[in-house]
């Protein structure tokens, strides 16, 4: 099996993920397991910093690249990264999985914490400085783009407790900004 | 699993036709055995056997240590004991359907259901997968294994003969069962397809006990069979 | 790190790829899930083999009797009496046709599994039956007004149906079909007459039969499900 993916990845290396997803959008299955060779494992290791469930992980896993087949053809290039696409497709069907079960204690769900953005950035510079409870919300909601309701469901906290953080953050981040 | 070794013992099967099986002993497996002998000569008998769909009228049949049939000494005491040991062999014979893949020897593949799902519905009356998604997964690789996974959509009515013969044999194979039987699969294969078929038995023949019938005997040969069962009017005829 | 990531990789990958192979489930069976029906069971039931033409008897059935409705030659009563002696033999017909190995290909690959024969047969025959019974209740909103009478043929079709299981997992199910199908028409017609009265067999002693034979086709059905447990496939 990792015998054939190498062989795969290698045929379709020269080709852009833009290109891979626009064959896909064509029907084409191996563009398709190109797709997952090259973005699966990293979505799966940035999935499990989220959510320690390695189940729910699968399934959110699975149901991501079944929306990519199917819904290959609504991804527009507009020089957005394919992988940030991905992303947002994964963390959603993530939360579709966690709303469905029991909400889990948030230890449980956050194993590592996800590492800051890009160092020497203004946003990494920022974000270390926020007590980390906060820097969860902030990173949810902004970064990955999630409603309150979603961050919520993501972190296992209360829709109240994520707007509260907001606010406190929103206003740590004012007074540094000064 | 490991590969199951079977026992036969005495072996009667009696069919309206007045034709009779007898096997008086016969050891199979583990690896492959292929069955040889002329249409008529028991072959499909044998093998209906050997996958627990045709019961002997006498004998005693064992698989991997454990009695799935005996009408040796059947008397008519209705007694506990009697009893008890009917339950032991419910047992064993559900043990071996567990890890038992069938092929039979007619098209067994319905004309209206679509490939993959002819595929899936015998993955769920052989209770594969712990759940659908893993036991789909297995149809899956089934599929590949013969070559039909991109014709998952399609009405097995449709297909060519050597086609539907590879989605009966995927839904043998799924789940890697241990014992397979398999009832002429090279039946109506193209010269790729049995090389096809060659290379999914021998990957499969070490950790499995696999019985072939066929009337291909250069074909059988490429198996390199463990042994070779020469059937001949009913009566087993031993090869190396 | 994450253990056996690689291997879950490739799992996952077989379970898209799966998603993507298979045709989209039935409507039917789609609806069966939406109904809470136990994933396994709705594939069973949905593949059940000459579904159809249980509802295509059924829907002769029914046929038939809307377009008696318009012969004047027949009265109310008559045509009642035709509706509950044809409604119990649609599941016989069913049955008969949806086990064996005439009807389903895949039957010795069935008799190969370990699913339990009994299980198998059950829930082919509950199919065959709510399919046929549907189509039966609406054949019976189309039925001049006779009160309770109009529903006097479901006890009747339990009672022919477990009839045919029980004795069918002896005699095969087309043989036990035949049977009991003749020997119902036979037994209605002989009561009819003797009573002088088309519905007489069904009112409440002939319920009280149907139920009593029922309940009895029900044990031996169970008792010998052994026989069900397979080594009959020749």
Redesign the interface.
């Known amino acids: 099996?990792?015998r054939r993916a190498d062989t795969l990845v290698r045929v379709d290396q020269e080709r852009s993920d833009a290109a891979v997803v626009a064959a896909i959008a064509a029907g084409d299955?191996r563009a398709?397991?190109t797709l997952?060779h090259r973005h699966?494992?990293m979505l799966?290791?940035r999935l499990?910093r989220r959510c320690g469930d390695?189940e729910l992980v699968?399934?959110a896993?699975?149901d991501t690249?079944?929306a990519v087949?199917r819904s290959a053809g609504t991804y527009r290039d507009t020089g957005g990264e394919v992988g940030a696409w991905l992303w947002t497709i994964a963390l959603r069907k993530l939360i579709d999985q966690l709303r469905r079960r029991p909400a889990p204690s948030p230890a449980a769900t956050l194993p590592e914490p996800e590492p800051l953005p890009a160092p020497g950035t203004r946003a990494h510079e920022l974000l270390g400085r926020l007590p980390a409870e906060l820097h969860d919300v902030v990173r949810a909601v902004y970064l990955d783009g999630l409603t309150t309701a979603e961050a919520a469901v993501l972190l296992g906290i209360p829709q109240g407790t994520v707007k509260s953080r907001l606010a406190r953050a929103r206003s740590v981040l004012q007074e540094d900004l000064r | 699993m490991t590969a199951p070794t079977l026992h036969l013992d005495g072996i009667v099967v009696r069919l309206a036709e007045r034709f009779t099986l007898t096997v008086d002993s016969l050891t199979v497996g583990p690896g492959i055995t292929v069955v040889q002998g002329a249409n008529g000569s028991g072959k499909s008998t044998l093998l209906r056997l050997l996958a627990t769909v045709v019961a002997p009228d006498a004998g005693r049949i064992t698989v991997a240590g454990r009695v799935v049939a005996d009408r040796a000494d059947r008397t008519d005491r209705a007694d506990r004991a009697d009893r008890a040991d009917a339950a032991a062999i419910d047992a064993a014979l559900l043990a071996t359907r567990r890890s038992l893949g069938y092929l039979p020897q007619h098209d067994s593949v319905p004309p209206r259901l679509r490939v993959f799902d002819h595929v899936d519905l015998v993955a769920v009356m052989r209770e594969l997968g712990t759940d659908p998604r893993s036991r789909r997964a297995m149809v899956h690789r089934a599929l590949v294994a013969v070559g039909m996974d991109d014709l998952g959509a399609e009405r097995c009515g449709r297909l060519s003969g050597g086609q539907r013969r590879r989605v009966a044999l995927a839904a043998a194979l799924a789940g890697r069962p241990s014992l397979l039987v398999l009832d002429e699969p090279d039946a109506s294969l193209d010269a790729d397809q049995l090389t096809g078929l060659t290379r999914a038995l021998t990957e499969r023949a070490g950790d499995a006990t696999i019985v072939v019938a066929t009337h291909h005997a250069a074909w059988s040969t490429t198996l390199h069979p463990a042994q070779t069962v020469q059937l001949h009017e009913g009566q087993v005829r031993r090869a190396a | 790190m994450i253990p056996d990531l690689d291997a879950r990789l490739a799992h996952n990958l077989d379970v898209v790829m799966a998603g993507i192979d298979a045709p989209p489930r039935s409507r039917f069976e789609r609806l069966l899930l939406r109904a809470r029906v136990p994933e396994p069971t709705a594939r069973l039931v949905a593949a059940t083999p000459t579904l159809r033409i249980a509802w295509f008897v059924s829907v002769a059935v029914v046929l038939l009797f809307a377009s008696s409705a318009g012969d004047t030659t027949w009265d109310d009563a008559g045509r009642l009496a035709v509706l509950l002696t044809l409604a119990p033999l649609v599941p016989v017909v069913g049955v008969a046709l949806a086990y064996g190995s005439g009807a389903d290909r895949a039957h010795e690959v069935s008799l190969a599994a370990p699913l339990s024969g009994l299980r198998l047969v059950l829930l082919r025959t509950a199919t065959v039956l709510a399919a046929s019974a549907a189509l039966t209740l609406l054949g019976v909103l189309l039925a001049p007004s006779a009160g309770w009478l109009r529903l006097a043929w479901l006890l009747p079709a339990a009672a022919t149906t477990a009839t045919t299981l029980a004795i069918g997992t002896r005699l095969g199910m087309r043989t036990a079909a035949g049977v009991v199908g003749t020997a119902w028409i036979m037994l209605v017609v002989a009561i009819a007459q003797t009573a002088g009265d088309a519905a007489a067999p069904f009112r409440a002693t002939g319920q009280l039969v149907a139920l009593a034979v029922a309940a009895l086709a029900t044990v031996v059905l169970v008792t010998g499900r052994r026989h069900l447990e397979h080594w009959d496939g020749r």
């Open positions: 099996m990792p299955r398709f397991e997952y699966a494992r799966m290791v499990h390695p699968d399934t896993l699975q690249f079944l087949w």
